[in-house]
């Protein structure tokens, strides 16, 4: 398999050295040489991230420093309260949800959450949920829905977490059991692909009046590499089943999938997380805005029409 960061590397050298030059005392000729290799940075980013293969794309939706769910939350979200806990098992810290105010707005928030660090990949799981944290998200839900505040979710991981205890437990009925409460819940959703959006995993927050996707995050119903794991026994064709899969937010938008593709900042979304982070804020109000003048009967209509009209294919 090619090199994870190769399509980078040339970005990644103009960034290290401007880095050593705006470590140097302040000159002219310093400030020259720096506003030079700054031009030159935009232009190679934009040449490089406007040209991205699927699997690229895979890989810049995987990126470490990508914003997460609680990156949005400290900057988006005011007084949020995080929730613990499903009331049958145990937390899960794959999962983060709770309430707090987007603006003038309450809100209930709800987001798969990875580490950055070796340890809290661990602690989270890498964004793998288990049943619990399914059964804590819809424990969320319902309570957003008693008090008619609408939902945000934040779709960021591989897949749930396929393990023996998880299945044990019962991650399958416990994703059905939140497609079948969303797709009726009595107030307004929207959801957002932040990074990598996979399989049932993704979809057990994602049935949302308003689908968004950041430009370069992908959303699919198997990873490349387990797609094919399976079609050919061979995961180094991971980047063959990028591209049959169809999972890049261009792809979900011309297939229905999503509603809306919010733009990145050049050089991806780990290049300028404020501006994403700011971006995704101002998309998500706009939505709830409109979503807010909906009477509830027709937004229960059109979300499960949303839904049903997806998978249409004609005969050839």
């Known amino acids: 398999m090619a090199n994870e960061a190769q399509f980078e590397e040339p970005i990644q050298r103009v960034r290290r050295r401007l880095d050593e030059l705006k470590g140097f005392?302040?000159?002219p000729a310093r400030d020259r040489e720096v506003e030079?290799?700054?031009?030159?940075?935009?232009?190679?980013s934009r040449?490089?991230?406007?040209?991205?293969t699927p699997w690229q794309k895979t890989l810049v939706a995987r990126h470490p420093n990508?914003?997460?769910?609680?990156?949005?939350v400290r900057v988006l979200i005011r007084d949020f309260v995080e929730w613990h806990g499903d009331r049958a098992f145990a937390d899960d810290p794959a999962i983060v949800a709770g309430f707090g105010f987007l603006g003038a707005r309450a809100v209930a928030v709800i987001g798969h959450q990875k580490g950055r660090d070796t340890k809290e990949k661990i602690r989270r799981n890498f964004g793998m949920p288990r049943?619990?944290?399914?059964?804590?998200?819809?424990?969320?839900m319902?309570?957003?829905?008693?008090?008619?505040?609408?939902?945000?979710?934040?779709?960021?991981?591989?897949?749930?977490?396929?393990?023996?205890e998880s299945e044990e437990r019962g991650v399958s009925e416990a994703i059905a059991r939140n497609l079948l409460e969303m797709s009726a819940l009595q107030t307004p959703i929207v959801a957002t692909v932040i990074g990598e959006?996979?399989?049932?995993?993704?979809?057990?927050i994602g049935i949302a009046d308003a689908v968004l996707m950041l430009e370069h995050s992908v959303y699919s119903v198997i990873s490349p590499e387990g797609c094919a794991a399976i079609l050919w026994k061979d995961q180094s064709r991971a980047q063959e089943a990028a591209a049959a899969l169809r999972l890049t937010a261009g792809d979900c938008k011309a297939l229905g999938v999503i509603d809306e593709i919010l733009p990145e900042p050049s050089g991806g979304a780990h290049a300028d997380p404020v501006a994403v982070i700011d971006t995704v804020g101002r998309a998500v109000e706009e939505r709830l805005e409109r979503l807010a003048h909906v009477p509830l009967e027709m937004l229960l209509e059109a979300r499960y029409a949303k839904f049903r009209a997806m998978g249409a294919w004609e005969n050839a």
């Open 142 to 164: 319902k309570l957003a829905e008693k008090f008619r505040k609408p939902v945000l979710t934040f779709i960021d991981t591989p897949g749930a977490f396929p393990g023996l």
């Open 66 to 72: 990508r914003p997460f769910t609680l990156d949005y």
């Open 36 to 44: 030079k290799l700054e031009g030159k940075l935009g232009k190679l």
């Open 197 to 204: 959006g996979g399989s049932g995993g993704a979809l057990g």
């Open 47 to 52: 040449e490089v991230y406007g040209n991205l």
């Open 25 to 27: 005392a302040e000159s």
């Open 131 to 140: 049943p619990e944290g399914y059964r804590k998200a819809l424990r969320v």
